[in-house]
Structure formats: C-alpha cells, structure tokens
C-alpha cells in the first residue's frame, strides 16, 4: 500500500515490516529436525553434564558444537534443543561425516575426555543420530504464506533463520547516513548488522564503541504476516577481553559473517571455550581466530597478576593498553562507565528505516498504525492552557517590561505536589481523620531538607520554622500534621541488632490507630567501606539500615519512603536550588499512602458516552521470578503483588487503591498492604521438585484465587486486569499472540486468562496486556500526516507522544503508546541525535568565553522514542476494546506523582514498585549515582565524562 493508498490521517513510521514472501525472495536454509528418539538421547546427555558438574542448572554444552559448525560451514548455524521440536538450522549444508566427528568431540570433552584418546571412527549412539537425520532444504517464502483470519502459523526455525539472509541483504549496499557519507554494515552470525569498519571513539582515543543493529521476527495480535523488527543500539568495547562475557571476531576468508562468541570462565579470566579449541585442533580445522582470543585473554590474565603485584608493592600498576582492537572486539557489560554514551539517537534510527525501504523497495511493507482520536489529560506540570488571545497580551506585556523575565513563563507550569485538600480526601475515603507523617533523621541536613520540602509543598512560611523534637508541626490544619524524631541508633547503616529498641526510644507514635493514618519519611545512605570496616566480617549489604527498618516498620503497619543523607562517599547531600531527591521522597511517600487525587479521576473521564472506564474497577497484577541467589538451591520463587483503583460509589467522590501481595494474600487498603508485604519475607521454596509448567500453572492459581477474593471485595463492581506481557504469558496461554482466535482447549496452560475459572459476574471484563519491550515493539522512527486534499505533501515529524492503532487484518488490533524520553524532550542539551549521527558528533571546545565552550557529545547519551503495546482482551459483552486502550495510554500518561510518564499504567506500576521497595529486593543505584568503573581500567584526568545509562 502506498501513502496515496491510505486514508487521511496520521501515521507511526516504524522499524517493523511486515515479512511477505516477497521480502526474503528465494532466501533457503537448511534444517534437520530431530525425532524423539534422538531427543531422548540428548535429554540423556545433558543428565550425564549435570551429573559430572554436579550441578542440576547445568546444561549439555551444545556451544562447542555450534562455535565449530560455525567456524567449519562459513558461519550461521543455531541449534534449538527444546522437546517440542529440536532442530539444527544452518545457511549452508552441513556435512554428515563432518557433523557426525564434530558432535563425537562435544560428547566426549563435555564429560572429561581427553581429547587425544577421543576415537572418531567409534561415534557415540547421540552422534549418529544426529549426522543420520536427512537434512531438508527449505525455501522460506513458501513457510511465509498467510491463512485467512488466522496469526501467522511459521516454524521456530524460521523464526531463528529469517534475519541471516536479509542482513546479508543490506550489508550488500552502502549505508548513508548523511549527503556526503555511507558507512559499511557487516553480517554477524547472530543474524544482525555491525559497523565495525566505522567504530566510535572519544576525543582521546583509545575507547571504541559500534553500531549494531539486530533484526527479530516477531508476531503481533491478527497481523497475517509475522513482523520483522529492527533495533540498533550502541555496543561500547572493553579494553580487556577477561571481563566481558561476549565477544566480537573477524573470521578469515572472504564473506565471512563476523563471530560472535561467548567467554567462558569466572571474571579476571574469561577465554573461547577450551572444549571448542581442542576440537577445532583435532579436526585440523583454521581456528586461528580462537587462538588470537585464548592468547589475548593469557596475556591478559599475565597483566592482571602483575597490577596486583605492583599494587601489593606500592608501585604504578601497569594498564590495559588502549589501541584498536583489531581481530577481537570484546563486549563491554552494560552497567559499567564508559567514555562513549548510549543510544544512537533518533537520526541514526530514521536513516535505518530509509536504508531498510531503499534496499527491499517495493517489498517492504510497513506495519500501518494510524494516530487515535483521543485528549490526553492535562497534567499539573503541563504548560498552562491559554488561548490565543491571552497568549498575544502576555507576549505583549512582556515585550512592554523592562525586565521581563521577572513575569516568568508566558505559559506557566503548576506544581506536581496534589493539594491539601485533595491528599485528606483520600485520607478520609480510606476511614482516617488525620495523616501524621513522621520524619526520622540523623544529620540536620536531612532535617531541613524535610522542613524546606514541606514548606514548599504546603506553601508554609519558612521564616523561624525549626519545630522541636516531637513537636506537631500542622501542614494543613489539624488534618496533616509532621513530626520530626531524631533516630540516629534506629536509622545509621550497621548490624540489624538492636532497632526496634532504638525506634521506641524516639516515642514516635508510629502504630495507625484512633482515626490517625501514620507514615514515616525516614533518612537514609548507602554504607561506605569506612562503615564496613568498622563492623569487620558483615558485608556492606547487611549493614544497609534501609531493608532493616522498612522491614520493622512494616511489621508495625507503617508506609515508608526514605531520602539519602549523603552520597556514595558519605558525604552530607548537599541540594541544588531545587531540591528534586527530597520532592519526590514525599511524592512517593503519597504514593505509598495510597493517595489517589483528583488528576486521576480526570484522567479516567470517557472520552465519549459508552463503556463507563470511570465505573470500574482497575487492577495491575505484577508478577516476577525471583532467581536463585548465591548459596539457594531451591527451585525459583514467583512474587505476585497486586493493586486495585476503585471508583468511588457516588459520582464526584474519591477513588480508593487497594493492594495484595502473595506472601500476604489479602486485599487490603493499598497503605496497608504494601507494609504488610514489606514485613514478609519472600517466598521459600517448598522443595518439591516441580516441573516449569507445573510452578507457572501454581503462580496462576494464587492469582485465579486473588480474583475471586477481589470480585467479593469490590461486590458487584466490574474490573478489568493489566498484566505485563513479558511476565505473565507463559502463566496464560490466552496472552500469546499465537493463541489469539484460539480457546482454552487449544492451550498448554492450566488457565487460559487471569480469572478464566471464576463464574461469569465475578471473572474480568477484560485483561489488557502491555508490552515495554523495546525487542517486541516496534521501534517508532517519525509520523507522516496526510491531508485529505490530494495535492497536499505528506507532512513529516520527528517525534510523537499520542496513542496510535495498529492496522489489522482481522480481529481485535493492537495499540502503541508513543514516548519521548525527559531527557530528549525537556530542553535542547538532550536532543542529540535528533538531526545526525554518531558519526557527526560534536567535539568539545574549551574557551575562556563561556557562550564559545561546549561539551563533546559523544559521552553523551543519545535518547530515541520508546513505545509501549496495549492490547485489551474482552472477556465479557459489551467492552470497548479501543476505550480500554485510551484509558491504560491516560493512566501511563497521567502517573501517580511523577511529572513525566510511567511505561506502566498507574495499578500495574503501583503494584510493581511495592516489589521494587521490598526489603529483600537489590538496592540498586539511584539515577544520580555514577555507574560502576570498566574492570582493569582506571580514569585519568585526561579522559571525557563517564556516559550514564538512560
């Protein structure tokens, strides 16, 4: 279809095409499907490797086998061991004789076999079967074929192999990226695209980073064709093989993709897996490439014992050396500081989708999504609403004005705080009289940032304000009162002996009771080495006071939120004018209330007369595996937290939140649920041996169960359910694309939705699944308006914040929520990438005149558009799937307390972040914070500023 084809309208560009037969043309590949017997036997030789490792999360080391098909056959081969349909895929035919010793040498060295006394001529039975299996020769344009109203019905394989030819494809042309530029795109054997002949560097040299772009098939709901996706990010390089955990090589010969390989072994010491070395050398195959990987990573680990030694010495330790890295690019792990920032930028993405349709032409058809009609709510930090005609006088006055920066914006913002009223009404709508916020601290700085922040959220005069210990400080009359306490022995990073003594010496009344809601605002650090070392033996994290006393005062029913004291240093915090950390502590201390304002009730008003969104009830279910940590052994534990708005009974009333959790599973009101949870500990394992399914199907009921006890709390009012996508759809078959049109007869999955079982007036009206996944959702690059007159030229723009409905070819569609990140969208320093790339980048210039210095930007993160898919489910007549859509892109729009967006719906992200505060969850590093220093790598003086993750 061509943009004359279309209606008029606006619509999203994205990085996402549809996958025709056309597309990939006569693009085959090769395939062995293994039967149940051969399976059998690997299911056998993977019991063998966790036997030997004695470990039961070890797994066959099939990578051996791969990394030599890969070297061997000229690159691209994946192997997919799953039961349903094990498979062995490869871009060039695989040769029996050849696979037949390649996986004789995977079985023998994985279970301690020398490789000198390994026989080849005696294969073992897996082997045989393996190199017996008749390989096919498929075309996949003819697996790419659609069926009418049905989602699309391709192979895994296919899935798996799609992108090798077409990354071949556009690594063939040149990429320009400006009038006078192109860059040079390299295949790998992921099936994504490099530029590795056009690294990034800082200004000093020595520090690379490349572009690289990854292609991904994927299915949308009642789309026919599966949807080929496209993301580039930037992929920083580490000065030193033995920390990273990937790397990058330039195979030899001709039209070799490059390769990418895993490193084994623990950080300090990580190489190519020797296991693959030795069968390569057996083979007497080229595996030079390998060998350039296992001396660099030995040279390394040489390097390292001599820092410590110079170290242990007291002498100048000597350094990764920083030059080009040649044959091998080693992957720098993502949460470590770095010269080069993140993301390519929005440029960089929009010039992608311009290659992509140059190189395909005709057959690349884009996914369509047409922009809804819809009004997203005003928020309070919004620009003011003014018409023309004021706009005009307030222009004119300030021109008139000798100075007339002292009238301020000519469209003013409000304040994020909710109003006095507004906070005691949702008090009041929760059967309390009065909100008491206790505010505990150690350093007077913490103190008084506390008072300032009250003062101005309550617009209190701060002139002689110093309340005593104790002392009833009132914001809003009698209605919401603060308390200040100093908690120093309750609130100091240290052992957790002794708090609960030391929180009543302070007197603080911090039980709710007699028509009182209390919460406390509590200071908090992060414990330095200092601390450490004076508790000698106890790691800094159970010296961290905040899990300590989150979890005591949730045993005590009290909401918390903390503000950090000092920094990572320990040195006191020190705000800027606008003391940002403090604001949102107590916004969020609202939010651990459960305080629902009015702004909420406006974002849920009915666009239009029809299905009552303001009626119902919304629920978030947030669901999340909590892996294994060092010294578990038990199986994986699933936590489920949950939250509820309700609407109020009568019209122009309150909203109320509720919330539940499964250690504590109650709904309760949400101030109570949240401590309540806070205080249990996460689930343990119950030591029965469960299968995947079977643990899933588990965490499924214990929702089915919550419904049920919802839809009697609530008595008689209709909800509906936002899930996560990512988290939730292996518990619910009916969440899957490929289940859509399908039944509950047609799935693996004990309940096919949340609330599937429940009688009719008790199960959801509908379940709305949201997908942030920047691999799963199509990448926006820009918007195209057509004009209804025929003659008028499509009208471009670069960015889009609105609700867009994905065309369909049958069924329910799917909806995307267009985002611009804060950083890009709230002044100019943060848009870069927005006219160029990378490539261009600015460098810095010092100068003594401050309007002619400027900061180099490539340390700089460079943000692009993010996007969320919401797909409502009906699951009762009579529900507007599009008014749900409106109504989840509102409540990400308008959040709780926050002046930008959230990726969640305000009940899914109030749900997720009581798992985000919970005592046993990982601090993790506050934006502020810098990140972690690259491994063997030391900061001098001389280099950029460290780029920070987005």
């Given at each position: 279809?061509?943009?004359q ?25 090769h ?34 086998a ?21 498979f ?6 695989l ?31 897996l ?7 008749p390989e096919?020769?498929?075309?996949l ?6 069926t009418?109203?049905?989602?699309p019905?391709?192979?895994n394989?296919l ?40 690294p990034?560097t800082?200004?000093q040299g ?22 080929l996706l496209l ?25 070799h993709p490059?390769?990418?390989v ?11 897996n020797?296991?693959a070395l ?11 490439v ?17 820092v410590?030694k110079?170290?242990a010495?007291?002498k ?30 929005m ?10 349709t ?12 047409r922009e809804?009609?819809?009004?997203l709510p ?13 706009e005009?006088?307030?222009k004119?006055?300030?021109?008139a004005h000798?100075?007339?920066?002292t009238?301020?914006p000519?469209r003013k ?7 006095s009223?507004?906070i005691?009404?949702s ?24 008072l300032?922040?009250f ?24 209605q ?20 609960r003594e ?27 080495s200092?601390?450490?070392e ?19 005062l949730?045993?005590l ?5 903390y ?15 606008k ?43 947030h669901?999340r595996?909590?892996?294994r940590r ?5 199986q ?6 949950a ?8 019209a ?15 709904w ?5 649920a ?17 299968t995947?399914r079977?643990?899933w ?14 839809a009697d ?7 509906v ?7 939730s ?5 009916g ?6 049109g ?26 709305i ?8 959702v ?15 030229e ?58 002619d ?10 943000y ?7 797909y ?39 749900a997720?972040q ?6 046993q969850?990982r601090?993790?590093?506050a934006p ?7 491994p063997?790598?030391e900061?001098?003086?001389g280099?950029?500023p460290i780029?920070?993750?987005?």
């Amino acid at each position: 279809m061509t943009q004359q084809d279309r209606e008029p309208g606006k619509y999203l560009n994205t990085l996402a095409f549809r996958c025709t037969p056309e597309l990939v043309g006569d693009a085959a590949v090769h395939v062995r499907h293994f039967d149940e017997a051969t399976w059998k036997l690997w299911d056998d030789f993977d019991r063998l490797c966790k036997k030997k490792f004695r470990n039961d999360s070890a797994q066959a080391p099939y990578s051996i086998a791969t990394t030599v098909l890969n070297m061997t056959s000229g690159g691209y081969v994946y192997f997919d061991p799953d039961r349903r349909a094990p498979f062995l895929a490869s871009l060039n035919p695989l040769d029996d004789k050849q696979l037949r010793r390649v996986l004789t040498l995977t079985y023998h060295l994985a279970l301690g076999q020398d490789v000198s006394t390994i026989d080849l001529t005696a294969p073992p039975e897996l082997a045989k079967r393996f190199a017996d299996t008749p390989e096919h020769k498929y075309s996949l344009a003819a697996y790419l074929q659609t069926t009418k109203n049905a989602q699309p019905t391709a192979p895994n394989w296919l899935y798996r192999t799609v992108n090798w030819q077409l990354a071949q494809q556009l690594a063939a042309e040149p990429w320009a990226i400006s009038d006078s530029r192109t860059v040079k795109l390299r295949p790998d054997t992921t099936g994504g695209l490099v530029a590795l002949d056009d690294p990034w560097t800082n200004e000093q040299g020595g520090r690379y980073a490349l572009s690289r772009t990854a292609l991904t098939l994927k299915t949308l709901p009642n789309v026919a064709n599966p949807v080929l996706l496209l993301t580039s990010r930037v992929t920083r390089i580490s000065s030193s093989l033995v920390f990273s955990t990937t790397a990058l090589a330039e195979q030899p010969g001709e039209n070799h993709p490059l390769l990418e390989v895993a490193l084994n072994g623990r950080g300090g010491a990580r190489t190519i897996n020797r296991l693959a070395l030795q069968a390569l050398g057996r083979l007497e195959m080229d595996y030079s490439v390998l060998r350039t990987i296992d001396k660099r990573s030995q040279a390394e680990q040489k390097l390292l014992a001599e820092v410590a030694k110079a170290k242990a010495e007291g002498k100048e330790p000597p350094r990764f050396p920083r030059e080009h890295p040649g044959q091998v690019w080693p992957i720098l792990p993502k949460n470590f500081s770095f010269p080069i920032g993140t993301g390519p930028g929005m440029e960089h993405l929009r010039l992608l989708h311009q290659h992509f349709t140059k190189v395909f032409d005709a057959d690349a058809v884009p996914l369509e999504a047409r922009e809804v009609r819809m009004s997203l709510p005003h928020r309070p930090t919004d620009p003011e609403n003014i018409s023309k005609e004021e706009e005009r006088r307030r222009k004119a006055e300030r021109k008139a004005h000798p100075e007339p920066k002292t009238l301020g914006p000519i469209r003013k913002r409000g304040t994020l705080f909710p109003t006095s009223e507004s906070i005691f009404a949702s008090v009041e709508a929760a059967g309390f009289k009065k909100l008491r916020i206790l505010c505990l601290w150690y350093e007077d700085d913490a103190r008084l940032r506390m008072l300032d922040t009250f003062c101005k959220s309550f617009d209190l005069n701060p002139a002689g304000l110093n309340p005593k210990n104790g002392q009833e400080l009132q914001l809003h009359g009698d209605q919401i009162v603060a308390e200040f306490y100093e908690a120093a022995d309750f609130l100091k990073p240290g052992p957790s002996g002794g708090r609960r003594e030391a929180l009543a010496a302070t007197s603080a009344p911090v039980r709710s009771q007699d028509g009182v809601l209390v919460a406390a605002w509590c200071e908090t650090e992060i414990p330095t080495s200092a601390v450490g070392e004076e508790h000698a033996g106890i790691s800094l994290d159970d010296l961290d006071a905040k899990p300590q006393t989150r979890n005591l005062l949730g045993d005590l029913g009290v909401p918390t939120q903390y503000l950090r004291g000092k920094d990572e240093k320990g040195v006191v915090f020190k705000p800027k004018a606008k003391d940002h950390p403090a604001e949102m502590a107590l916004l969020d201390l609202y939010r651990s209330l459960g305080i629902v304002d009015d702004r909420i009730a406006d974002a849920l008003r009915p666009e239009k007369a029809g299905y009552p969104v303001d009626r119902i009830a919304h629920v978030g279910i947030h669901i999340r595996q909590q892996n294994r940590r060092k010294g578990e052994f038990s199986q994986p534990k699933v936590v489920i937290t949950a939250s509820a708005l309700v609407p109020p009974q009568a019209a122009g009333g309150t909203w109320t939140m509720l919330g539940w959790s499964s250690t504590r599973p109650e709904w309760q009101l949400y101030n109570f649920a949240q401590p309540a949870f806070h205080a249990s500990a996460y689930p343990e394992g119950t030591g029965d041996r469960k299968t995947y399914r079977q643990r899933w199907d588990d965490a499924a009921e214990t929702v089915e169960r919550a419904l049920a006890d919802l839809a009697d709390e609530l008595d008689g009012t209709p909800y509906v359910v936002t899930v996560d996508e990512q988290a939730s759809r292996r518990m619910w078959d009916g969440l899957q694309n490929m289940r859509q049109g399908g039944s509950p007869g047609d799935g693996t999955s004990r309940y096919w939705l949340p609330g599937t079982t429940l009688s009719r007036d008790e199960r959801p009206q509908a379940v709305i699944r949201i997908n942030i996944d920047g691999e799963e959702v199509p990448q926006p690059v820009s918007t195209t308006r057509l004009a209804k007159a025929k003659s008028s030229e499509p009208v471009e723009q670069d960015t889009a914040t609105t609700l867009y409905q994905v065309t369909t070819d049958f069924g329910t569609p799917a909806w995307i929520l267009c985002n611009v990140p804060r950083a890009f969208d709230g002044n100019g320093v943060g848009r870069l990438g927005s006219k160029y790339t990378r490539w261009d980048a600015q460098v810095s210039v010092m100068s003594d005149k401050k309007e002619d210095r400027r900061k180099g930007e490539m340390p700089q993160n460079w943000y692009s558009m993010t996007a969320s898919e919401i797909y409502p489910l009906a699951c009762a007549a009579g529900v507007s799937e599009e008014a749900l859509a409106i109504t989840t892109a509102k409540l990400c729009h308008q959040t709780q307390f926050w002046d930008g967006r959230s990726r969640f719906p305000l009940p899914l992200h109030a749900a997720k972040q009581m798992d985000l505060d919970h005592p046993q969850y990982r601090r993790t590093a506050a934006p502020e914070e810098a990140l972690n220093a690259e491994p063997g790598v030391e900061e001098t003086a001389g280099d950029e500023p460290i780029g920070e993750e987005p």
